[in-house]
Structures are given as C-alpha cells and as structure tokens.
C-alpha cells in the first residue's frame, strides 16, 4: 500500500461510448433535459470531437464518446432527482424512451427506476437522499 495521498476528489466525468454523436446529443437533451456542458473538436484534422451533457445545475458531467474498440453501450451511470415517481411520469409522458414500466423499492435501497439510452447504456435513475 502506497503512503502517497491522491489529490484526486471528485468524480467530474463519467463515459458512455455511442454509435453516433449526434443521435445520443438529441436524446439526452431533447428526451432526458440535459445540457450541453463541451462540444469541441480535437486531434489530427480534428477528427475526434468530445461532446459532453449532465442535468442542469449537475457538477459532473457525461462524456458522449464513439467506441475505441467494439461495440458501443454497455456502461452505466446514476443519476438523483427528489421525485423519481414524477421524474418517471415525466419521461413515460414523453414516449420513445426504453424505461422500466415501474420505480422499483428493494429493502436496503432507494426507490428507482432504470432506464437505457439508444445504444444500451444503462441510467438507474434513484431518489436523492433527504438533506440532513
């Protein structure tokens, strides 16, 4: 084990790999109501393009990035909201969303519900714990 402290202290991106860009930008805005934080060009010719969204007023953000290697989808992520059950009728309201038909209570857990974005990326969406 190592003596050395991090100076690493907040997770502020995490990524999602995409088929494409443009499609995933429209659904986490346009469906989802998130807000595009980065959109920038990069790399040789600036073939490589980083694109980020994250709920307003959120300080981490969700990169939208096209696959490395493979396929995309596959990765998942948790959001909080104070109303799961509103925040799930506001989204079965809008249609076209992959999301479980109910929020789902488990002992030990918050209220959820889960939902998957067009490349099979997972969002379990959870009640936000009550400010103490």
Known sequence: MSDQTTSVNNIGVAMFTVSDQDAALAFYTEKLGFEVRGDARFGPNDEYR??????????ARLALNP???GEPGGSGIGVETPDVLGEHKRLTAIGG???????M?????????MLRDPDG?????VQAPPAS
């Open 50 to 59: 980083w694109l980020e969204v994250a709920p307003p007023g959120s300080t």
């Open 67 to 69: 696959p490395m290697q």
């Open 97 to 103: 969303i992959d999301l479980d038909p109910e929020p």
């Open 105 to 113: 209570e488990t002992p030990g857990a918050p209220l959820l519900f």
């Open 121 to 125: 990326n997972h969002i379990a969406v």
